[in-house]
């Protein structure tokens, strides 16, 4: 037979089919496979981004907390210089009960004058427990258990003198 006979035309056109057909279902699984890659990928960054997203709004509420706590020692410790102010002013209310009790005349201004004096006694004692209260925050609110403990003793110093005026 000679080359150019129709029986070796379709021998050839079978194997470049044949041929063809083989490249183009290797494609199809080289297409298959790369969309599988590139879905994966895709996930992997969906899941990144999404993770970031949570990272980042998890941030935003500690630094919310953060805040809240930061505005609450703030408040407490001007709190703390009030509450000194405080016993103080309740202390001298007291001294001026004491001495209208003594300078009081007569049983019903005794009376009244002994009941302004318990009730000013009850107020500075009321006061002095707040400043032992505070004196305890701020033992928990230190950094460490000795920077505590100084605080605590130091807001009790602070107070004490004050505080006797009851125990007369």
């Known amino acids: 037979m000679e080359?150019?006979?129709?029986?070796?035309k379709p021998t050839g056109l079978i194997i470049i089919a044949a041929v063809c057909a083989i490249a183009a279902i290797g494609l199809g699984i080289w297409a298959v496979t790369l969309k599988s890659d590139l879905d994966d990928a895709n996930e992997k960054l969906d899941n990144a981004s999404t993770g970031e997203v949570?990272?980042?709004?998890?941030?935003?509420?500690?630094?919310?907390?953060?805040?809240?706590v930061r505005k609450r020692l703030a408040r407490a410790r001007t709190k703390d210089a009030d509450l000194t102010a405080e016993v103080r002013a309740e202390?001298?209310?007291?001294?001026?009960?004491r001495q209208a009790t003594a300078a009081a005349k007569g049983q019903e201004a005794q009376t009244q004058a002994e009941l302004k004096q318990a009730k000013?006694?009850?107020r500075?004692?009321?006061a002095c427990a707040r400043g032992t209260i505070?004196?305890?925050?701020?033992?928990f609110a230190a950094s460490n258990t000795k920077t505590g403990a100084k605080a605590a003793i130091d807001k009790l110093e602070e107070i004490e003198p004050d505080c006797q005026e009851v125990l007369k």
Do not use: D, H, M
Request: glycine share 2%; hydrophobic share 50%.
């Open 91 to 97: 202390v001298a209310k007291l001294r001026r009960a």
């Open 124 to 126: 500075v004692a009321a």
């Open 54 to 68: 949570v990272e980042k709004a998890y941030a935003a509420a500690e630094l919310q907390r953060y805040r809240v």
């Open 3 to 8: 080359a150019g006979t129709p029986s070796s």
């Open 120 to 122: 000013a006694e009850t």
């Open 134 to 139: 505070a004196s305890i925050n701020n033992f």
